[in-house]
């Protein structure tokens, strides 16, 4: 792991925005830690009781699990409790000064709040409005809850796992629709800023988590229901393949697609096969290996399983072809590709101690995205924030006495 000195980070190219963050659990939170590594001044509004990840341990300190840790860099956590009214009205004035609100509840609750899109639009029209939500709110799901495992689920991901020979049905190991719905939300926030900087004015956008993944889901399997009439039957052949998956080698596995006619020639070459192409119509271009895809996995299969997988890599490399061994996490979080570029590296937190980082994956020549808040504790900023907005250290007494706002 890298233990070089790291450099204060430049100034992002959001410098100078500031994000009202009404998110928790992983996707809204996700999303706007993009966005705070990209400059911005994140604002984590927080109830009480705090974000739920604080929760998710393994954690060294009470509220402050791996979780929220890994999700909640370069924010500022403000305690306001929303359900009083007080509470609201100062969260309105904080939306006067701010560029973005983004949050990650049903728009429902959000208006039982009185925090709904008009009522922000009317105390600043300036403001871009982003809600990661579950579902489109113009169809008949739009009230429904949804957590990743279940839009998982209705994207049809586990069902294709099955289909590939994947054995039961089950969920892909980690949260990865709450995490591509994050993406989705950041570049949503940065369009519309853009947008407002040609037209002046603000907007609201729902990033629906359902539509979301299934757009991804479909524009690889719709395959021969995209056409009218249909040309086929739904899903992507190769993808579906259970011979699409590591090889086992001698010694372990090795990842590898052998994709264009090049490629296939040149392994044939290696593997003393040269003629193969010709002589079997199988392998002769690749629109037929795609249409006997099983066929063609099964013969590579039982290739590969003849050596080990450094002498594949050997192979593979004097014939410029793709593939790589496959890892463990342990060999993920050792690997020297990571610890040279940075991406994993020692870091400090304040009040957790030595901890690694991970850093933005992201390389600009200018402008450059960075690490420079650590995931904040719960309240840690209340007092800073609302001395910026003008309120007398007896208002924030008051306010405090009043469970009105928390401070660390």
Not at 262 to 290: H, K, P, T, V, Y
Not at 373 to 398: C, K, N, Y
Request: proline share 7%; hydrophobic share 40%; with cysteine.
């Amino acid at each position: 792991m890298s233990t070089a000195a790291v450099a204060a980070p430049a100034p992002g190219a959001l410098e100078g925005v500031r994000v009202l963050d009404l998110t928790s659990v992983v996707m809204g939170p996700y999303a706007t830690q993009w966005l705070g590594d990209l400059g911005a001044d994140v604002v984590k509004i927080e109830p009480p009781e705090g974000d739920v990840m604080r929760l998710s341990g393994p954690m060294k300190s009470a509220r402050m699990g791996h979780f929220f840790l890994t999700t909640n860099r370069n924010k500022r956590s403000v305690v306001i409790d929303l359900k009083q009214a007080a509470g609201r009205e100062l969260l309105l004035d904080l939306v006067k000064t701010a560029d973005v609100l983004v949050y990650n509840i049903r728009p429902r609750a959000m208006q039982r709040l009185g925090l709904d899109y008009e009522v922000l639009s009317a105390t600043n029209p300036r403001l871009v409005v982003v809600g990661g939500i579950g579902f489109g709110q113009r169809g008949p799901y739009a009230d429904r809850p949804a957590y990743d495992d279940l839009i998982q689920g209705m994207s049809a991901l586990p069902a294709l796992g099955a289909a590939a020979g994947g054995g039961e049905p089950r969920y892909a190991p980690m949260v990865l629709a709450d995490r591509i719905g994050g993406l989705q939300m950041a570049l949503a926030v940065t369009a519309a800023l853009v947008h407002r900087g040609r037209t002046g004015r603000g907007q609201r956008i729902d990033v629906p988590m359902f539509e979301g993944i299934a757009s991804i889901v479909l524009g690889e399997h719709l395959a021969g229901g995209l056409f009218e009439p249909p040309q086929g039957a739904a899903g992507y052949a190769r993808s579906l393949s259970p011979g699409r998956r590591p090889y086992r080698t001698r010694d372990g596995y090795l990842c590898t697609l052998i994709y264009n006619d090049r490629q296939w020639r040149s392994f044939l070459e290696a593997i003393g096969q040269a003629r193969r192409m010709d002589e079997d119509a199988r392998f002769s271009s690749q629109g037929a290996r795609l249409a006997n895809i099983d066929a063609v996995y099964a013969f590579l299969g039982e290739v590969i399983a003849t050596r080990t997988t450094a002498e594949w890599l050997e192979v593979f490399e004097a014939a410029d072809l793709p593939a790589a061994p496959m890892y463990s996490l342990d060999d993920l979080i050792a690997d020297p590709h990571l610890r040279e570029v940075g991406l994993l590296r020692a870091g400090q937190h304040p009040s957790e101690g030595p901890m690694t980082e991970i850093a933005n994956p992201t390389e600009w020549s200018d402008s450059p995205p960075g690490i420079r808040r650590p995931a904040p504790r719960l309240g840690e900023h209340t007092r800073e924030v609302l001395r910026e907005q003008g309120l007398d250290e007896a208002r924030i007494a008051a306010l405090v006495a009043a469970g009105i706002v928390r401070c660390a």
